[in-house]
């Protein structure tokens, strides 16, 4: 009998030893089945749209283990958001640097100019408005973003046969980066706050998806014949990454 085919997402639980847990199922037209956990706490399984659902509760079941060990390791973090306020003294990070915020009013102006100088991100604007502050420097970051990691992509190309279709910078809450079947890239504009080698990680990381559309042990080794010490950066993205906010 034809298997009715699946859309969309799924929300399951299971109990796991003594650990009841919930976990989402997104089924695409991939071939493989991939179990993620992101903070604080978000299982996510992508599956074929074909696959039944005691496969995958098979998979979950197998991955046990390890999905217990990392849902404790993610419960010790400290992933509080941080609220920013867009006054004069606030922080905010770029290439893994701290920048304190300055206002100066010019009323001549009309549209909003950043830029760093020394320690400071300075803001020139015809006056105060908090709203306006936020959103210059959330379009400062995107800019910023979209110019470095395009450099950071035409730099690494010279490692692959194959080319990115396209490359998006998108604000997202849960991934850093992605690459489809066609090799479109798109990345998180919050890596412009992480250091540069983190960046260049996950840069690394998408392109390499371009080779291998999964996290087989093919696909790491080809990260590490890039990058032999991406396990640093990618520690860095998981201790800190939630931290990095605009």
């Not at 102006?109 to 015809?126: A, N, Q, R, S």
């Amino acid at each position: 009998m034809k298997m009715k085919k699946k859309e969309g997402i799924m929300k399951y639980s299971m109990n796991l030893e003594t650990t009841k847990i919930d976990y989402n199922v997104v089924y695409s037209k991939r071939k493989t089945l991939e179990i993620s956990i992101k903070a604080p706490g978000i299982i996510t399984v992508r599956a074929p749209i074909y696959i039944s659902e005691e496969q995958i509760e098979k998979s979950v079941r197998n991955k046990s283990k390890w999905i217990i060990e990392k849902l404790a390791i993610l419960s010790k973090l400290d992933i509080t958001p941080i609220k920013k306020e867009y006054v004069e003294g606030e922080t905010f990070m770029y290439r893994g640097e701290n920048y304190l915020l300055r206002v100066v009013i010019d009323e001549k102006l009309k549209k909003p100019e950043v830029k760093l100088y020394e320690d400071k991100l300075i803001i020139t604007m015809h006056r105060h408005d908090e709203e306006t502050i936020k959103d210059a420097i959330w379009s400062w970051y995107k800019n910023e973003a979209k110019m470095t990691i395009a450099d950071r992509v035409e730099y690494y190309s010279r490692y692959f046969n194959l080319k990115p279709n396209n490359i998006k910078i998108k604000a997202q809450k849960t991934r850093w980066g992605s690459c489809t079947y066609k090799n479109d890239l798109a990345f998180n504009y919050k890596l412009i706050m992480a250091p540069p080698h983190v960046l260049d990680y996950v840069v690394i990381h998408e392109m390499c998806h371009m080779e291998h559309k999964d996290h087989s042990k093919n696909f790491w080794n080809r990260v590490s014949s890039i990058m032999p010490d991406y396990k640093d950066k990618r520690k860095w993205l998981k201790e800190h990454g939630m931290k990095l906010c605009c």
